[in-house]
């Protein structure tokens, strides 16, 4: 596995190549890293029926605590487990997978937001529904009052912004490092050479042309310009704001 250390020396060793690399940011590439990383999985597997490896995924572990409102609850006199963290934005591909991180012997369910209004009866008293609510936390509820002891929950997904998810990632009883260059970038090895290539075309100012992945008719040059047109403007005019 290839780490986000790894991936900017891959980067900046092939800038050196063709321009002078002494000025690119290391968090700068990590940024680019992180968002071409997103376009190249939608790419990859949007609309495709195949399975995506698990390197791609990554698992955060959320804490909980209690709370008695939820968007949509007029009443405001259920009880809930909600998350204290917010959930990075989730990409719709592949499975994503919400456990619980204690033992506990039940079910745990992911229903949509106006379905969780309504969810829990005594004739689905094991059952422990969850679902992200439009504050992005984790918002959990049970008819078994043994469910609101539980004080950690494990979601497993495709996460749009890999830094902030890895800033949440479980901690597994391993010493780990905090830098966010030792840490695992989630991308599976076969696509790591279109990664770079396309941060390294784009900081050399070349112009991007990705190899296809996909056996499509796609125009790949338009769409990842327009891709980064969106996101980097969004991301730099949120970073110039603060």
């Known amino acids: 596995m290839t780490t986000y250390g790894e991936l900017v020396s891959m980067c900046?060793?092939?800038?050196?190549?063709?321009?002078?690399d002494s000025h690119f940011q290391k968090e700068h590439i990590?940024?680019?890293?992180?968002?071409?990383?997103?376009?190249?999985?939608?790419?990859?597997?949007?609309?495709?029926?195949?399975?995506?490896?698990e390197s791609n995924y990554q698992t955060i572990c959320l804490d909980l605590e209690s709370s008695n409102t939820f968007t949509g609850d007029s009443c405001g006199t259920n009880n809930y487990l909600k998350s204290k963290q917010e959930?990075?934005?989730?990409?719709?591909?592949?499975?994503?997978?919400?456990?619980t991180a204690d033992y506990f012997q039940g079910n745990l369910s992911?229903?949509?937001?106006?379905?969780?209004?309504?969810?829990?009866?005594?004739?689905?008293?094991?059952?422990?529904?969850?679902?992200?609510?439009?504050d992005n936390h984790l918002y959990v509820k049970s008819a078994n009052p043994q469910a609101y002891h539980l004080c950690r929950i494990q979601v497993t997904g495709i996460f749009e912004d890999s830094v902030k998810a890895a800033e949440l990632s479980c901690n597994t009883g391993t010493e780990e490092s905090c830098d966010i260059l030792d840490k695992t970038f989630?991308?599976?090895e076969g696509l790591v050479p279109t990664l770079i290539e396309g941060v390294v075309n784009l900081l050399s100012g070349a112009v991007y042309k990705p190899k296809d992945a996909v056996n499509d008719s796609n125009d790949d040059l338009d769409s990842i310009a327009r891709f980064l047109a969106r996101n980097l403007k969004k991301n730099w005019e949120r970073d110039d704001a603060k």
């Open 110 to 134: 992911y229903v949509n937001r106006e379905r969780f209004k309504y969810v829990g009866s005594k004739y689905q008293k094991n059952t422990i529904y969850s679902t992200i609510g439009p």
């Open 186 to 188: 989630p991308l599976e």
């Open 87 to 99: 959930i990075p934005n989730i990409l719709t591909l592949g499975n994503t997978n919400i456990n």
């Open 12 to 20: 900046l060793d092939n800038l050196k190549v063709v321009s002078d």
């Open 30 to 53: 990590i940024f680019l890293l992180d968002k071409f990383r997103s376009f190249i999985l939608k790419k990859q597997y949007t609309d495709i029926k195949k399975e995506i490896p």
